[in-house]
């Protein structure tokens, strides 16, 4: 072979380290977040609100599944916060921290436990512009989850629960709560098919019993917009203190016939509900 068109194919040192900064340079471009976090690039508004998730007891943020598969192929950028449910005032203070860490306007949504979360979470938040509650409790100040689930008449939660005790990190006892796995389908989501329930009876995360007996907050749905879904057919959280806290907050107000586990069995009417919120942001 030709020496001279041998060494055309060498490549230098220098060569190398060109090529290797080049590639570096793509590869950070095609794995860069889309925006939400803070520091982005991409002027924020040119971008749809991030919508952030907050699941609720006996759940986990994969309960959230159906409903981000649909705001992610309409384009919004999405967090599901993975909620402690640990104490209500330390719940919200670690999404409020969540929430402050994204760049431009936010749609928050909960279910359940966690729309006492964001409740709390959002009280004079810059960024925080809606509020979605799915058969999700919205407190006044003063008022705990329990409150208002004994409100109405028509929760069999606390038939279904069992009770594990725990030592907390300070060294003060305290308890778990679990739904009963034999009652989970029937309690928690009547209609999700057998099959699914199995595994979120399984997988299910416990709350701590203090969580669900903290008082709230002053709230944040007095001075942020908020929307509602009410599921009819709730065992957890009766329809009627469902509709009375939406009333309360003067929101804008969505019925489905579901379980609690309105995320899952109808995550095409939550997801519709969010979007709608997030199209009221400016």
């Known amino acids: 072979m030709n020496r001279h068109a041998r060494r055309g194919n060498i490549r230098t040192p220098l060569t190398v380290m060109a090529t290797l ?3 570096a340079g793509l590869l950070a471009t095609a794995v860069a977040p889309a925006g939400a976090a803070k520091g982005g690039n991409a002027p924020s508004h040119h971008r749809k609100p991030t919508v952030v998730l907050v699941h ?3 759940a986990d943020s ?5 409903v981000v598969k649909r705001l992610k192929h309409e384009g919004y950028p999405v967090v599901a916060a993975a909620n402690p449910l640990r104490g209500l005032k330390s719940d919200a203070a670690y999404v409020r921290e969540l929430v402050d860490s994204i760049d431009g306007p936010v749609v928050l949504a909960a279910h359940s436990y966690g729309g006492a979360v964001i409740t709390n979470a959002a009280q004079g938040s810059d960024n925080v512009k809606a ?3 799915m058969a999700a409790f919205m407190p006044d100040k003063g008022e705990s989850a329990f409150d208002l689930a004994d409100k109405f008449p028509g929760s069999t939660l606390g038939q279904a629960l069992h009770e594990v005790p725990i030592t907390q990190p300070d060294g003060s006892k305290g308890a778990d709560l679990y739904i009963d796995q034999a009652k989970f389908h029937h309690q928690f ?7 699914t329930t199995d595994i979120m009876a399984v997988t299910q995360r416990p709350v701590s019993g203090a969580a669900l007996y903290e008082p709230s907050g002053e709230p944040a749905w007095k001075t942020i917009p908020s929307w509602v879904l009410v599921a009819s057919k ?4 009766p329809r009627d203190a469902q509709v009375f806290m939406a009333k309360r907050a003067k929101a804008h107000v969505t019925e489905v016939r579901s379980s609690h586990a309105v995320s899952v069995s109808h995550a095409k ?9 997030a199209r009221s942001v400016r």
């Open 189 to 195: 989501a009547a209609d999700v098919p057998e099959h």
């Open 131 to 133: 509020l979605v509650y």
């Open 234 to 237: 709730d065992l957890n959280i």
């Open 56 to 58: 609720g007891a006996f």
């Open 269 to 277: 009417d939550a997801a519709h509900i969010i979007e709608e919120a």
């Open 62 to 66: 994969t309960s959230w599944n159906g």
């Open 21 to 23: 900064t080049v590639a």
